[in-house]
């Protein structure tokens, strides 16, 4: 897929534009501020060149992320990377995408669910 070089490895990506002539998706950072960079639709699992790379959808991913709680649920994150804690924001409404699960401390299941995105309202301070 074509990436941006600001992509980082493992980052959660949604889709930023038509494919390119050959085929492959362009790809950006998912923001669960901007409804135009929902829903993410799977990890940078490795960069190839600083605009392209590989994304994984479903499925285990090993080796990316250390320190996760098997029975807690994984969202896409304010910061666009996977996070244990569902997002909210003090500052505008976020858009609320689950996206896996832990099966081990460095261990994701990517579900691949792109449905029932959820907007969360602003929270009070």
């Known amino acids: 897929m074509a990436c941006l070089s600001s992509d980082a490895v493992g980052d959660c990506l949604a889709l930023r534009d038509v494919a390119t002539g050959t085929g492959r998706w362009r790809v950006t950072r ?19 060149t600083p605009t392209t790379g590989i994304m994984q959808r479903v499925g285990m991913v090993r080796g990316l992320y250390s320190g996760l709680n098997p029975v807690r649920l994984v969202w896409v994150g304010l910061d666009g990377r996977p996070t244990q804690t569902c997002p909210g924001s003090y500052v505008a409404a976020v858009i609320i995408q689950r996206i896996g699960a832990p099966v081990a401390g460095d261990v994701l299941f990517l579900t691949g669910e792109m ?4 907007q969360r309202a602003i929270m009070q301070r």
Do not use: E
């Open 30 to 48: 998912a923001d669960p501020t901007q409804g135009t960079r929902m829903p993410a639709i799977g990890v940078l699992i490795r960069k190839n």
């Open 115 to 118: 449905g029932q995105l959820t």
